[in-house]
């Protein structure tokens, strides 16, 4: 599997990268993260640590999911989704034109990505206070801006003319004195939308009242938000319960072994054909 953006190693562009076996440590780690109160852009960073085997053909540790592009962190995310079973997701929509509600069937694995342009990660931008290079905004980026500005997502921001100017600053390749206009960071935005690989976050839909086309936002970091039914936890306490083993145990087998197993347990039982 192939990043759309990807690492730079030693003067290489390094897409490459793995998921682990799906173990109920994953999983537990996803329902962890979820229920954390991190901001989002930590969340996933502690979500993609434990899913991801390989990243750049090199072992993963927590600052090299950092250093993805944003982009790539959210493409991640959308193939962890698929990976737990959240293949396709409804998202309700209200018609702001009728009022009409309605719901919306996305399939992640299926919505389009747009690979990294050439030059990625950086873009040079002439700018009210010279000619400035900038790279693409990583996953410390948003951490680091989510902490400054007091937002659990950065969708929350306040001020998002702050934001840009912060994260401006810390994306551009050397220190500059002065402040941007508000030209600069368009300029910049779009200089480097031009080399960043893309998730698509947004999608049309008619509304099936009025036909008017209805913007809906597509949350790529869904497996966030998946149920914590407790449904694991029940499977750990049946596994325990008749085969005696360990929590540590139960949550290293791959999902796919636990499930077999409580099947032969409710098979035992009687409670399937």
Known sequence: MMLPGGLWRHDECR??????????????SILDAGRSRGNV???VTTVLSAALADLGGAAVHPEAVRALAVADRQYLMRRLAVEIGLEESWFSVSCPACE??????VRHGDLPVKPAGEGYPFSTVETSLGTLRFRV?????????????GAEDLGDLKDPDIARRTLARACSERPFEGELTSEDLDRIEAALEDVAPEVVTRAQAACPECG????????????LAAPSDGGLFLDIHLLAS?????????????RERR????????????MVS
């Open 15 to 28: 897409r490459d990268w793995s998921f682990r076996t799906l173990t109920g440590e994953v999983e537990l």
């Open 41 to 43: 852009p930590q969340r």
């Open 100 to 105: 009409a509600a309605f719901e919306l069937p």
């Open 137 to 149: 905004p990583c996953g410390a980026d948003q951490e680091a801006l989510a902490e400054i500005m």
């Open 212 to 223: 008017r086309p209805v913007e809906v936002a597509l949350d790529p970091y869904i497996c």
């Open 242 to 254: 008749v085969y005696h083993w360990s929590e540590r145990e139960i949550l290293a087998l791959p």
């Open 259 to 270: 499930r077999l197993y409580l099947s032969l347990v409710d098979r035992s039982r009687g």
